[in-house]
C-alpha cells in the first residue's frame, strides 16, 4: 500500500520559516519524481516545486523560486520543502505528490500553511 504523510505545516508571521516533511512508502521512491503542490482556497492546485533522483535541477514555480528549497532522501524516502521568507500568499493547503512514467500519481493527504500576523 502506498502512503505519502506529510508533516510541517502551521501558523507562521510574515517573512518567517517552516519546512515541509513527506514520508513515502510503499514505492520504490529512487524511480519517482517527487512534487510539491498547493491549492488556496477558491484556486486550483498548482506545481510549486519538482525534484528527480538523476541530477537534473530541481523546477520552480516563479511564485517561491529564490525563497523555497525542495531536496529528497531516496535512502530513508523523504521528500523536504524549505520555505522561507513567507508571505500572506503561501497560505495554502500543501500536497506532496509522488509519480512514476504515465502511471496515475500518488498524493499526501495535505498540510495547511497559513502566513499571517
Known amino acids: 500500500q502506498v502512503q505519502l504523510v506529510e508533516s510541517g505545516g502551521g501558523l507562521v508571521q510574515p517573512g518567517g520559516s517552516l519546512t515541509h516533511s513527506c514520508a513515502a512508502s510503499?514505492?520504490?521512491?529512487?524511480?519517482?519524481?517527487m512534487s510539491w503542490y498547493r491549492q488556496a482556497p477558491g484556486e486550483e492546485r498548482y506545481l510549486v516545486a519538482g525534484?528527480?533522483?538523476?541530477?537534473?535541477?530541481?523546477f520552480y514555480d516563479h511564485s517561491v523560486k529564490g525563497r523555497f528549497t525542495i531536496s529528497r532522501d531516496d535512502v530513508d524516502k523523504m521528500l523536504y520543502l524549505q520555505m522561507n521568507n513567507l508571505n500572506p500568499s503561501d497560505t495554502a493547503v500543501y500536497y506532496c505528490?509522488?509519480?512514476?512514467?504515465?502511471?496515475?500519481?500518488?498524493w499526501g493527504q495535505g498540510t495547511q500553511v497559513t502566513v499571517s500576523t
Open positions: 525534484i528527480s533522483s538523476v541530477g537534473a535541477p530541481p
Open positions: 505528490q509522488a509519480k512514476f512514467g504515465l502511471d496515475s500519481p500518488y
Open positions: 510503499g514505492i520504490t521512491f529512487g524511480q519517482y519524481y
